[in-house]
Every structure is written in structure tokens, then in C-alpha cells.
């Protein structure tokens, strides 16, 4: 604030060591505050300072210097009193100082009131110790009052007199007020009422009438005139007080670089309307305004800065429970969003032709497998309402009419005309799995939670996500597989699609997690993309009601309850009313010729189920198809069951048109998988080319056989292959967590530590050509020797991550002949190399 410039020299001087000594006073400790000042002088001051007096008071009393100043030497030696006319120039010139100094607010004058509008406030009568012996002192040296005649007895009662009063002062300061006057305070109305309007944002203004108004600074300008403006300057900081910059604390904030753009301690940037003052006592942490509380210690929870600590610190740990809960539950599924909104997987489904119907076409009370403005997608599907079922089955999504002219390739015939003999023109084909019946190693995103979740398949799934199951699947549905898939299906020189689904796209019972009939019209739309280029379709039940083999492929990991258990007989009857509505359906005309094989059980575990009730059921379930009007030309299939391709010569030969389905991987059998790269050529060209041939012999085995899953995977390494979380044998770690039983040996060819996962579960891009040349040999070799059958199925057309399980991908990087149909390798054991060159440890 600007300073009067007619003040004199001295009066400022003297406001200095005011000031200076009232700021040591404020840097003393709580407990000298409350006690007052202590006398710092030393003995030999305090007795030479006591001679001096007695010595002055034997002389007589001094006349008071007048105003032109002077020596105590010109003074009159006469002890006669003053005159009129001196007494009342002396007044004069007390009055004159006092108006000076009172000009100038004192630096403990809180911030807030010395910006009011109001006229200064009158100074302070009560001072303490070292304002009175300086001002004693000064009086005592201009000869404006006689020393006491009994000094050291007034000196006592005015040190006690100055303690008090600092203590007084010290408790109204730390009430948030200070007293002036006698008992009078300095805004002249009772502090209660002036801090209630110091937190509105008014303080009184000059100008009479008591009236509030916004908060300004008067300010003195050079003649004396007075302006008022606001308290603050562009920015929100306050505006330095004259008595902050005389002390040299012009920018209190710059003393600590660390708040900077914090105001009376705020936090978090926040600007919380502390005084000045307060940051200007921050700036100097040795006063006390924080540490006195009604004339004690003031209590933490009463000091605003250890309470905005306090505040921040809870706030950030707050923060970063939130952060540790968002990113453990989601990072249980931190694709999931990806998936929410249908693009995870190969090309999202779209909803072009949705405008071409109107809401109000569609009942309010339908299903939402019967509410197409509910479908992650519509394309390619007929938005024209109906209820109409088959087989209890609902016609929904289906056009009227349909094409079968299509053919896969110049290799086959068109789908209107039969395909012929199996055995002379096998199938070549390949699965979508990992789409409508989930299976966590081929899209392990949809599995990627916390292990203490406990998501190892469909099942348990669906009973986390609840009633967001329906959005993520859904949105796997539409983006997985598309209309893409079988034309590049196609355009690879296959002719048959093997399509897997689960029962509850027909119907779900009583504490089902699953996704109710969501599957169905996908597997409609499937079909019709089918016929669309010409691929015959393998329909695949790959789970059935109380799971056919327990293994998490079928919906749910654990117990086998088909066929098994307190409720197998239950679940085997569901499972042929499955059949049934299944069968009439797909009886329909339009389906004769697409459907060329229609599946009963996926890999049903025949080596812990009972082996008479799975050949009774297959049997009836036989039936009931064929009686429902599924063509004998097309082909049934039921799986081996692992019970070894020569236990099922004899059985089931009453069967018309069925075929014996075979899943063959080197990489399940403990033997099999330790063969290193060379054998395993070996093997599939001889082993499994033998075991073909006796299949198809009825003295020796069943009779008619397919492949309907092969890999040209050579190590079980792929991420959830076993089961999710689980470790594999090719390391030793076979087993949940992935751990090394003792009793359990790496089966890689090197069969001891240094088998390792991590080459083998690179991607394309890091493989050798001699390791590319090997994958290539070896898938050939699998394809010669299975079309001694009838025909067989890759397994998988796509996968995430796992490039040895993906025909899509095996093509992209060379491994796999761009035409099925056309091969460079064809068993000739010859021309096997030794792949000296690749290790045998991945």
C-alpha cells in the first residue's frame, strides 16, 4: 500500500523498530508468549541502566523539548511547571505524531481489515513490554515526562502490565479478533457477526450508514484523497499490503516455491479465501497464531493446514483404492468394453438395413431374440416380424427364398447336386470353433479376469458377467465370424464348414447361466452364408445338458453329469428332446441340400462314461432324427469317445449313413508329443494313415470315418489350451497354476528343464523357414493321410493368438497350401528331412 509521503523521517524510523521488535515478539515460542516478554538484558545492563536513573533523579525535571527539537542541556534547569502555552504546544505535537503514525496500519493488523473501506482504526492502547520501554526510552530522551521517582517499582508493573496485555491480545487473536480500545473491536460490531459477513464475501465500508458491500482496499493516494479497489488483482492473488513489503515479504508465496498459487495453505491448487495474514504468518512459522487456542495449544483438528493435509492424504488414498478396485475386477476383463461394442474379433456385425423397418412393426411384449433393434447385429438377416417356429424353433431372421446353385470350388459339385462318394471325393474342411460355443485358448480375451474369479469357461463366465453376459457375447457373436469367414473359407480351397453350437441356443434350464437362444439366429445367418458359397455344412452339438465330457469346450469344466451322476438320466432325455426339435427344424426343405452332416455328441468321454449307455443313446437318438425327416443322405456322427478306433468294429452297424468321427493331435498323448519333428511327419504319414484304413475296414473297425479336428500344433503350449491357468506337458508343469509336479517330466523331445513354451508360442513373424518348412510338411502329410477316410476338418479357422491352431493364419504365413487341393507334399517318407537345424527344446 502506498505510504504518506509527508511522514517524516524519524516517525518512520520509529514505526521500523516497531514493527521489528512486534515481529521478534511473534517469533518467540507459545510459552513466551503466554508468559510475556522475558528481560534479555544481562545484569551489568540492567545496574548500569538503574545508576543512570538515580543519578537523573536527583536533578531537577526537564522541561519537554519543543517542537523545533533541541538538546536536554537547553532545557530551563527550574522545576517550575510549564506554561499554558507550552502545555498546550506540547499537545499539539503528541497529537500531530500520533495522527502519523496512526496513518500506517501496524503489520499484525490482519490482512482483512486493513483492506476495508473503513477509516483507520485507532492505535492500539495496549502494547507490549518492548513497545513501552521504546517508547518510555524516546519520551525519556526528548524530555517529554519525568522518570518516576520510584523507577524500578514501575518498571515491575509495567513489564507485568505488558505481559498481560500481550496475553489478552494473543487469546483475541486467536479467536479471530483483536481487541482495541477498551474492550471495543476494531470493526465495531461484535466479531460473530463480522465473521458471518466476512464469509459472505461483505465487509463495512466508509461512507456511514453501516452498509455492506463487496470486499475492497481504501488506499491513500499522494494528497491524501482516498480510493477504493478490489482486494484482488487479475489472477485472484492479494495485493501486498505496504506493511509486507517494508519487511521484506513483498511476495510471501515466492518463500515457498513448492505452494506456489496457493493462498493461506489451500489445497490442491483450490483457493479457499484464507487472509493474507495467515500466509504471511506461514511465511514465518515461528509466530504463534496456530499454536494458541483460547490460551492453549491449539488442537490439530483447529489448525486449517494440518486439517487440508489431513483432507489430501485421505483424498489420494481414497484415489488409489479405487484404482487398485478398477484395475483387479475389470482387469478381470479389460477387453471387455472392446467386446461391448462388437469390435473384438474380425470385422463387426452392422445394422444397415435396420431403417428398413419401423419399431412399431415389432410387439412390445417380444422376446429379444424376436427384437431386431436390440441385435448387436442386422445385416444379412429378415427384419420382418414373425413368431413362426419350427420344431418350437423360431423362423426369425430367415428369407422366404434361397439359392443352392453355389459350388465351393470346380473341385465339387454345386450344392443342388449330390456330393457323391466320400471315400472317393473326401471333405475339406475346417471348424469355427471358439465362436458360438466358447473355448478359452482360442479367443482367451473373453477370459482374460483375476484367477480368484474363478472364469474357466462358459459356465462361470456367464454367472460373473451376469446380465452383461448378453452384450459381450453378442458382440463376439456379430464380430468373430462373418460373411467374410466363408468367402475366405472358400477362396481356400475347402468345401465343408463344421459349425459348433450348445444346447442353450435351442433351450436352457433351471440355473443356467448361458445365453439364452442369442446363438440360434447366428447359426441360421451361418448357414445361409454357406449356401451362399457353396459349402456344405457339419452341424456340431459341442455341448449337451450336463456336459459329455466335463471339459470346459462343452460349457462347463468339471463333473460329467451326462449319461452320469444323480442327474444323467435327466440330462440324456434333454438331450433328445435337443435332438428332436433340432432334427425338425433342420428337416425343412431349404436345409436338404446345405446340411451334409449332422453331429450327436461332441467328444463324449467314453473312457469314464458307461459304454452301453452311450451306444443306446446314440441309437435312439439316430432315430429320432431320421423319424423327424433328416435325409438319409446326409451323414450322422457320433464321436470315437477315445476308446480306440479298433473297439468299435461291430458296433453300431444297423446305423443308415453314419460316420465314426476321430480327433487326432499328437500333442495329447504322452508319446506322441516327446516325437521330435521328423517323427512326427513319420507318424502322421504312417500311424495315422494305418489307423484310417482300419477304421474304414468293418472287419477291423467301424466302418465309414472322418477326421473332424486336427492341428498342425506340435507342442500344447498355446495360453488356456489345457484349461485356463493351467500349465502343459510339454514343460512339465501340466496342472493348475502351471506348476512342476515332481513326479512329472518335460515331454518335449529333450524330455529334461530346458523345454521351453516361449518360442513355441511365437508368432509367424519370429519362425524360421526351417520351422515354417516343418509346419507345412506336417499339415500335408495329416491331409494325405485322412482322405483315406472320408474327409476331415482343421481345427480351428481362426484363433486370437495360437497361429499353429488357425488355418487363416497357417495361410497367411505359408504353412498351409493357398488350395486345399493343391499339395507339394503327399507321405513320400523320402523326402522327410531331419530338421537338424531346429531344436528340439520348442
Known sequence: MPRDPSTDREARGERRRSTHHGHQRNRSSAKHDRDGDRDRETDAEREERRRKRRSQSRRPTSTPRGAGGGNESDAPSSSQGLSAAALAQLNKANAKDKAKSRSRPTSRQPEQRRRSSRAPAPEPEIRDARDLALEWERSRGKGRFAPPEDSEDAEREARRAARRAARTRERSRAAGYESVGQGGYESGEPPERERRRGRKGYEKVDGGG?????????????SGERYERDRTTKGGRRVVSGAQLEEG??????????????????????????????????????????????????????????????????????????????????????????????SGGGGGGGKSNLGSISPDSIPKDAPSYLNPFVWASTDDFNLTYTAETVGDLPLMGLFTSWDDSARANDKVPPLNKPWGDYTKRPARGVNVGGWLSLEPFITPSLFDYDSRFGIVDEYTLCSYLASRCASVLEAHYASFVTESTFRDIAAAGLDHVRIPFSYWAVQTYEGDPYLFRTSWRYLLRAIEYCRKYGLRVNLDPHG????????????????????????????????????DRLSRFFSQPRYRNVISHYGLANEPKM??????????WTAQASSTIRKNGIPEDVILV????????????????????????????????EEQIAYNHSQKIRFACEGWARQTRESMDRSTGFGPTLVAEWSQADTDCAKHLTNVGWGNRWTG?????????????????????????????????????????FLRMFAEAQMDSFEKGWG?????????????????????????PQKAYEREFNCDLSKIPSFSDLPETY
Not at 524330455?751 to 508368432?763: F, H, K, P
Not at 497361429?803 to 487363416?808: D, G, V
Open 544 to 579: 449337451l445338458p450336463g456336459s459329455q465330457n466335463g471339459w470346459n469346450h462343452s460349457g462347463r469344466l468339471g463333473a460329467i453329469n451326462w449319461l452320469n451322476g444323480t442327474e444323467g438320466d435327466l440330462n440324456a432325455r434333454r438331450s433328445l428332446e435337443f435332438h
Open 733 to 773: 508343469t501340466l496342472g493348475p497354476g502351471g506348476t512342476r509336479p515332481k513326479d512329472v517330466r518335460p515331454r518335449c523331445p529333450a524330455l529334461d528343464r530346458t523345454c521351453s513354451c516361449e518360442e513355441a508360442n511365437a508368432g509367424p513373424e519370429r519362425w524360421s523357414d526351417g520351422y515354417k518348412r
Open 249 to 342: 515479504i513483498e511476495n510471501v508465496q515466492s518463500r515457498r516455491p513448492h505452494r506456489s498459487g496457493l493462498r493461506g495453505g489451500g489445497f490442491m491448487g483450490m483457493n479457499f479465501g484464507v487472509s493474507s495474514e495467515d500466509s504471511m504468518l506461514r511465511a514465518k512459522p515461528q509466530e504463534t497464531e496456530s499454536e494458541l487456542w483460547r490460551g492453549k495449544p491449539r488442537p490439530w483438528y483447529k489448525q486449517k493446514k494440518k486439517l487440508w493435509w489431513l483432507i489430501g492424504v485421505c483424498t489420494v488414498l481414497l484415489i488409489i483404492i479405487i484404482i487398485v478396485a478398477a484395475v483387479v475386477v475389470p482387469n478381470s476383463g479389460k477387453d471387455e468394453n472392446k467386446r461391448d461394442d462388437g
Open 607 to 616: 473312457t469314464e462314461l458307461s459304454v452301453p449307455a452311450v451306444l443306446e
Open 792 to 816: 476331415w476338418f482343421y481345427w480351428v479357422w481362426d484363433t486370437e493368438d495360437a497361429a499353429q491352431w488357425s488355418y487363416k493364419k497357417g495361410m497367411a504365413a505359408g504353412v498351409l
Open 638 to 669: 457320433f464321436g470315437d469317445g477315445f476308446r480306440g478306433l479298433g473297439n468299435w468294429q461291430g458296433e453300431l452297424q444297423s446305423l443308415p449313413n453314419a460316420a465314426l468321427d476321430v480327433h487326432q493331435y499328437v500333442i495329447f498323448n
Open 210 to 222: 453501516g452498509g455492506l458491500a463487496p470486499k475492497v482496499i481504501t488506499v491513500a493516494g499522494p
